[in-house]
T-cell receptor
Framework: SAVISQKPSRDICQRGTSLTIQCQVDSQVTMMFWYRQQPGQSLTLIATANQGSEATYESGFVIDKFPISRPNLTFSTLTVSNMSPEDSSIYLC??????????????FGEGSRLTVL | RKEVEQDPGPFNVPEGATVAFNCTYS??????FFWYRQDCRKEPKLLMSVYSSGNEDGRFTAQLNRASQYISLLIRDSKLSDSATYLCVVNTGNQFYFGTGTSLTVIP
């Protein structure tokens, strides 16, 4: 299993501002995933953070709105830029499997609950 | 068509009851299947993987039917602590697809 630490756990922000969420994993992993879970909804993949290359974004998500950093194999950040109330959501960092990945299971951080006023 | 579809419920059952959730997936090439549990305001956590032969873990039984492209989760002897949202997750081409979740409340 992987232990994932996310921060902040929650925040309340003003519209138009930006927030950076950090994700730290206790083992080296090739890919880290960023999900969004809006109230009452299931998880939607925002992007896959790859170490040493650009993140891969899913349809409907763009780098200007959700820039991602992946400086090493244990850490990633997701920034929610120019926030609006529609960005209020839980943002979850996730990795696959244990060290090196590949068991097919996803492990999640505790999530960052964002409220935009 | 959604990759993964689940009945959102809610399911409200008395303690001790048996309850079953189903989930269908659209891509016949899907490779791995899972049930996750998500408690209110918490992150999803793996409940069990679903294998072709079916598998059981205590009160929980998971089944996979590739021909009909559905997976199921059976919970026997429901406990109050089983109250949660159960997410069906399918891995297709190294991408994970989540169902919308089925809400279960076990009533005393």
């Amino acid at each position: 299993s992987a232990v994932i630490s996310q921060k902040p756990s929650r925040d309340i922000c003003q519209r138009g501002t930006s927030l950076t969420i950090q994700c730290q994993v206790d083992s080296q992993v090739t890919m880290m995933f960023w999900y969004r879970q809006q109230p009452g909804q299931s998880l939607t993949l925002i992007a896959t953070a790859n170490q040493g290359s650009e993140a891969t974004y899913e349809s409907g998500f763009v780098i200007d709105k959700f820039p991602i950093s992946r400086p090493n194999l244990t850490f990633s950040t997701l920034t929610v830029s120019n926030m609006s109330p529609e960005d209020s959501s839980i943002y979850l960092c996730s990795v696959e499997g244990g060290a090196g990945g590949g068991t097919g299971e996803l492990f999640f951080g505790e999530g960052s609950r964002l409220t935009v006023l | 068509r959604k990759e993964v579809e689940q009945d959102p419920g809610p399911f409200n059952v008395p303690e001790g009851a048996t309850v079953a959730f189903n989930c269908t997936y659209s891509n016949s090439a899907s490779q791995s299947f899972f049930w996750y549990r998500q408690d209110c305001r918490k992150e999803p956590k793996l409940l069990m993987s679903v294998y072709s032969s079916g598998n059981e873990d205590g009160r929980f039984t998971a089944q996979l039917n590739r021909a009909s492209q559905y997976i199921s989760l059976l919970i026997r002897d429901s406990k109050l602590s089983d109250s949660a949202t159960y997410l069906c997750v399918v891995n297709t081409g190294n991408q994970f697809y989540f169902g919308t979740g089925t809400s279960l409340t076990v009533i005393p």
